[in-house]
């Protein structure tokens, strides 16, 4: 059996879903999704979605027993439960039959099960011969297994098997010290593990500014979460109800290991080979207009292994169907890519670290105003959290600026349009700002730019 598309899709995620859609809307092209894992793809079902729900518990535990009673708030210590925990969340993830619904209300054909390429125009599904002028791969990415001796005996869970424990482990190593490592880390730590951060490099949160990075691992360490970086698991064994962790120059006992030092693209059931589409390590190789290596395929998301988020997937996948149906698509752009990591503060950026100017032989201005001087901090006692600019001496232009502070996302991602469209250093010391805010605290470094040799500002109005 064989039926034609204008255009299959392989993956249901969040750059697929927006790539069927775009086409099926502004071109009427007939889609067909093919998905083999879960509709939906990661992020609300096992990654962003229920993930962060879990850190919104975390957060209120952690407001309960460390801040409630400085504000006069008596209410006894808070205590999870995780099985409540997990229920809740799993009410807020979208059943596989309403992803269907809603796809096939969309207008696009669904087909469950694995595809793979019989040839650059033609994929297998089960028995059923799908055929396309237009393919787009976007098939994700999944938890990578490092090299380390044991680690199949003892077991390990990820981001996905984590948020389906019900009971708490006494004890976590968290091997990798990216988002979710971080992120995961801070969530069981706060629900009342005792854990450990395993990071190959010197320091966490590698692509992000150093400044930054240092302020984040003090808050976590503050939280007795133990963080050891240039360190590397070699061994894992069981012993009884426990593993040990061989690390470079000691043991240590846990009762889980939690996998977060990278990811794999999704592409082994793909047969690329047969398409004549290269891919390397990290993902598929694609240019700055999402195309592969063979005409008529393009891909997107996790799976190209660019920058795995969900946002750039989305983005990715509107770029390629531009490239398919119109001419003079506009090439891909990262340089102002707003992130966010969501541990509490939260470690949010968007444009260069100061290291990376610097790299690019800028001459650099830079200016950290730390949280404590924010008036808003005071009311809760925050101590940890900084306010980080840096722009280039002679224009004055911004080129990055980077938030520790809780809701840093929201505070850094409007950045990107000021920046996209060359606001200095100036303009943000100069602007209106509302009080009081943690916001603030960029308008604050900001003015130090004005007068350095004021930095930082005194204690709060």
Known sequence: MSQHFDLIVLGSGSGARDGANKAHSEHGAQVALVESTRWGGSCPNVACKPTKAYLVVADLVRDINDVAAKLGIEVGAAMIDLARVKAHKDRLVVPRETWMERLDGAGHETFEGVGSFLDGRT????????????????TGSRTAEPPIDGLAEVGWIDHVSALQLTELPPSLLVVGAG????????????????????????????????????????????????????????????????IVATLDDRELRVSQILLAAGRVPN????????????????????????????????????????????????????LAVDDMFTA??????????????????????????????????????????????????????????????????????????????????????????????????DDLARSHHCFPTFAEGLKAAAEQSLSPEASPAGAPA
């Not at 028995?127 to 002028?133: E, G, I, N, Q, S």
């Open 123 to 138: 994929v297998q599904v089960n028995r059923v011969r799908l055929t396309a002028d237009r393919i787009l791969v976007a």
């Open 328 to 425: 003079d698509a506009p090439r891909a752009d990262y340089s102002l890519l707003p992130t966010s990591i969501f541990t509490d503060p939260e470690l949010a950026s968007v444009g260069l670290t100061e290291h990376e100017a610097r790299e690019q032989g800028v001459d650099v201005g830079v200016a950290v105003h730390p949280i404590k001087y924010v008036q808003r901090a005071s009311y809760t006692d925050t101590k940890r959290g900084l306010f980080k600019l840096v722009w280039e001496r002679g224009s004055r232009r911004l080129l990055g600026i980077h938030v520790v502070c809780r809701n840093g996302g929201d505070i850094v991602q409007g950045f990107h349009v000021a920046m996209k469209l060359g606001a200095t250093v």
């Open 179 to 242: 988002p979710a490592g971080l992120e995961f880390a801070q969530i069981f730590a706060r629900f009342g593990s005792r854990v450990t951060i395993v990071q190959h490099g010197d320091r966490i949160a590698p692509r992000s500014d150093e400044t930054a990075t240092d302020e984040l691992a003090a808050a976590l360490e503050d939280e007795e979460i133990e963080i050891l970086t240039n360190a590397t698991v070699s061994g894992l064994r069981r012993d009884g109800d426990e």
């Open 267 to 318: 592409v082994e059931h793909l047969r690329l080979e047969r398409a004549g589409v290269e891919s390397t390590r990290v993902g598929i190789a694609v240019d700055d207009h999402m195309r592969t290596t063979a005409d008529g395929i393009w891909a997107a998301g996790d799976v190209t292994g660019v920058f795995p988020f969900t946002p750039v997937a989305q983005y990715q996948a509107r």
